[in-house]
Structures are given as C-alpha cells and as structure tokens.
C-alpha cells in the first residue's frame, strides 16, 4: 500500500494525516497485510468453517417482564433532568 491509497483510505474515514502519519501507516498497513498472506499460505481445505470458535446454541435470554426502576430513580444521578426526562443539550438550531 502507498502513500496515496492511505490517503483515499483517509480521506473515507474522515481522518486528517500529516505526510509522516502517511507513510507511518503505509509501512504498518504493509507489514499487517504480510502477515495476512502468510496466513492465506495455511492449508485449511479439511477445516470445517465456523461462525465462532466455540460451540454455541440458542445463546438469547427468554424475554421476559420484569419490574424496572421507578423514573424518579433512573433520572436521579443524570446531570440535569425535569421531572423524569432527561434534559440534553440542543443539537440542531
């Protein structure tokens, strides 16, 4: 990868690079896509693919009611409330 593809990369996520944090992330985006080609040398034709590396089975809680807190609790430790909504700064003018 060079310089210019870490800037277009850059540029997509939004990120502001000076010229050494270019070429910084050049030389370790090559070094981790080394590390992935030498991982893709790896015979893995009689591995069987997975969606996780343990075996799991309906891993989701029942949905169940359950009481919860009063809303004069929940807002007790916001930084500011009004009666039991939360008051958040103003986003859009």
């Avoid at 070429?23 to 985006?29: N, S, V």
């Avoid at 893995?44 to 359950?66: C, G, Y």
């Amino acid at each position: 990868m060079d310089n210019k593809e870490v800037e277009y990369v850059a540029t997509l996520a939004r990120l502001a690079l000076t010229p050494e944090e270019t070429t910084a992330f050049a030389g370790q985006l090559n070094e981790i896509f080394s590390y992935i080609e030498k991982l893709n040398e790896l015979d893995t034709s009689r591995i069987e693919p997975t969606s996780h590396v343990l075996p799991l089975s309906n891993v989701f809680r029942k949905d169940e009611v359950k009481p919860s807190l009063p809303p004069e609790k929940v807002v007790e430790n916001a930084p500011d409330h009004e009666a039991t909504f939360f008051k958040v700064p103003n986003i859009i003018e």
